[in-house]
């Protein structure tokens, strides 16, 4: 097919490095050291690169995709054919459990239940004795949180799958949502594309409610009030009056009209749905570019009869093997790959940095980002009828659901560089710049995947309980595709501008920062909104942009440095509050030099912290998670985020120092 990787090989996995592969006597951040530093950063990255051109690093999650991966097989009846995986799993689960016996969520968050039930019972699947001193601790740790009935929907569900857990317990999906008319207030497309993609084939698993016994399926030593006495009503927070409150006696009625077998037009909405799982299969076997979108399209594919080795399956059962990582004594499964988000952020870096815009491996990158464009509708089109197809998506195949944060970074690397076919190019970005700009949503922002996908309500349902149904717009996107209008001097409508000057600022926080819906948390969220206000041509004197300013500097650490916890989505005295780290120091330089404070007492320190913490071979070391999923449930760790953000910010303000 065309764009098809000749060869699809593991991520750059980068592992931390020892504290003895570190420079033990740092020098000061002179301009020669900032040199030195740029150089290192460019020579790693450029070693890094794949031979069709592109970049891509591993991107780390906690341990339930890896858990879920195994319940699959287990249910699917193919966990024979991976002794081999499984054992290397079990050793990656048990080296990921922590002192306290539990397993994190994010790096340090000191273990967080629902993933800890997955962990464990992965591991009894695969044969842990729960008498075992781990799976002690890991229960102990279980039960003393409240136990199974206190788990995450998802989590119910996976355990329903072995009768872990009764279906009873868990929200009733019904099918004839597939049927609803487009006009009605609500429709499938009203989900989010990783929600839409994801519940559409749950909906066929929880029409058939399978129960696959297994040794080891069972979980009853996790209910902490005992099995019999479980409570299986769904939690409701805010009340019995509230909307979450009618929404679970709506799920009353229907989980009656199911046992009386009153669903309408069952069997055909099942069809739809199997249907719309098909179709949405990329023909590389892919799934939405998301392993739960995957994972739930092969179980709702298996209860709808279709065996392992219907070409479908095997399709969909390699893609999933393509998103996991294998060493030589472990296995684990990634929530997705990056490989366009790289190699545009690493473009831009390496350009940042200096590097010819027509050097070798930048031309390379370019023309493999051009093979990656998509020109056909995908799900967006259902809201939006007047955009032109040309955006890009974040995986090698996730042709129905490009973003249009991913378009902003392509289309900014390829602006700046210098390829044999510039005309083609040109071409090529007005497509692309013509299909973000009719993205925009009614209030003036950007969402990431669809048009006005804003029901609020949606987060209130029980099967909802991530808070995480929908994509509205958000200040960080927003200020990216303002950031691309900018770099590329497009003339965007004047109107399409203004509302989205107007939404950011509606958007601003009191204290001056920006919320982060996809890096954590607001020092991505300010310096995104800075960058993108400053590159349209706003001056960065305007005062809402020097209270962002203002704000960055009010938070960096001691040792120079900026670090924000993951814990601070839910609690806002953590804002701009953590550990220093890498990629979250070159974001916070990144907006002080946008904002011109690239010559401050606070920017030099910086860069001191970037520099004195590189490794002799040019990358740096970072632990932390610093991606979003979704707030508060799913954060992810970008291998590579380490490494180009720094050299982007060296890059700059070596410029910014030169002026």
């Keep these: 097919m065309p764009g098809f990787a000749p060869r699809f090989v593991q991520p750059v996995v980068e592992s931390p490095l020892p504290p003895a592969f570190r420079s033990a006597r740092p020098a000061p951040a002179t301009a020669a050291a900032v040199e030195a530093a740029i150089r290192k950063a460019q020579a790693y990255l450029l070693s890094k690169q794949y031979p069709e051109g592109y970049w891509w690093a591993e991107l780390e999650a906690n341990v339930t995709l890896t858990a879920e991966y195994v319940f699959l097989h287990k249910v699917l009846g193919t966990d024979g054919e991976r002794t081999r995986q499984f054992e290397k799993i079990r050793t990656y689960l048990r080296r990921q459990q922590r002192e306290h016996g539990g397993w994190e969520l994010y790096y340090g968050d000191g273990g967080e239940l629902s993933t800890s039930i997955e962990a464990y019972f992965a591991l009894k699947l695969l044969g842990d004795s729960p008498d075992l001193p781990h799976m002690a601790r890991a229960r102990q740790f279980i039960l003393a949180r409240g136990g199974i009935t206190k788990a995450r929907v998802f989590t119910k569900i996976h355990l329903a799958l072995f009768g872990a857990f009764p279906w009873e317990g868990c929200p009733t999906l019904p099918p004839w949502i597939m049927l609803l008319p487009d006009w009605f207030p609500f429709t499938i497309y009203e989900l989010a594309s990783w929600a839409r993609s994801s519940t559409v084939p749950l909906l066929l698993v929880s029409d058939r409610k399978p129960v696959v016994r297994v040794p080891g399926g069972d979980a009853d030593e996790l209910y902490a009030e005992g099995r019999a006495q479980a409570d299986l009503s769904l939690p409701n927070p805010a009340g019995l009056l509230s ?82 990582i294998e060493t030589e004594d472990e296995f684990h499964t990634q929530p997705c790959v990056s490989p366009v988000w790289d190699t545009g952020l690493t473009i831009l870096a390496l350009l940042d940095s200096g590097l010819p815009n027509d050097h070798p491996a930048l031309v390379r990158a370019g023309e493999w980002l051009l093979s990656k464009q998509i ?285």
């Design 243 to 324: 909307l979450g409150g009618v929404f679970i006696g709506f799920d009353r009625m229907l989980k009656l009209m199911e046992r009386f077998d009153l669903s309408p037009r069952r069997a055909e909405a099942l069809a739809r749905a199997e249907q719309w799982t098909l179709e949405h299969q990329d023909d590389s076997g892919d799934w939405g570019g998301i392993i739960p979108a995957m994972l739930n399209s092969l179980l709702g594919l298996h209860c709808r009869g279709y065996a392992p080795t219907h070409p479908v399956m095997q399709k969909g059962i390699a893609a999933v093997e393509r998103f996991c």
């Design 375 to 659: 020109f056909r509708d995908g799900d967006w089109r259902f809201k939006n009828r007047t955009g032109p197809a040309g955006g890009w998506a974040f995986e090698f195949w996730n042709d129905f659901f490009p973003d249009v944060d991913d378009t902003a970074v392509v289309t900014m690397a390829l602006h700046r560089l210098k390829l044999p076919d510039e005309a083609e190019k040109q071409r090529r970005l007005k497509l692309a710049i013509e299909w973000t700009l009719s993205m925009q949503s009614k209030n003036g922002g950007w969402g990431a995947f669809d048009v006005d996908n804003d029901l609020e309500i949606l987060n209130d349902i029980p099967y909802g309980d991530l808070k995480a149904m929908i994509d509205p717009p958000t200040a960080d996107l927003t200020g990216h595709i303002l950031e691309m209008l900018g770099v590329t001097g497009y003339a965007a409508p004047r109107e399409k501008v203004e509302r989205a000057i107007a939404f950011i600022k509606s958007k601003q926080e009191p204290e001056g920062c920006w919320w982060g819906r996809w890096g954590v948390n607001y020092i991505y969220g300010t310096h995104m909104v800075i960058c993108g206000l400053v590159a349209l041509g706003l001056d960065p004197r305007e005062a809402f942009i020097m209270r962002g300013t203002q704000w960055l500097n009010s938070c960096q650490n001691e040792d120079g440095g900026w670090g924000e916890t993951c814990a601070s989505y839910g609690d806002r005295t953590l804002m701009g509050v953590g550990k220093s780290t890498p990629s979250q120091t070159a974001w916070a330089l990144l907006g002080l030099m946008a904002g011109g404070e690239g010559k401050s007492d606070c920017a030099r320190r910086g860069i001191e912290y970037l520099v004195t913490h590189q490794n002799d071979d040019g990358s740096w070391t970072e632990a932390e998670f610093t991606g979003t999923g979704f707030p508060n449930h799913f954060y992810m760790n970008y291998h590579f985020y380490r490494n180009y953000f720094p050299l982007m910010a060296l890059g700059r303000y070596r410029a910014f120092a030169r002026t």
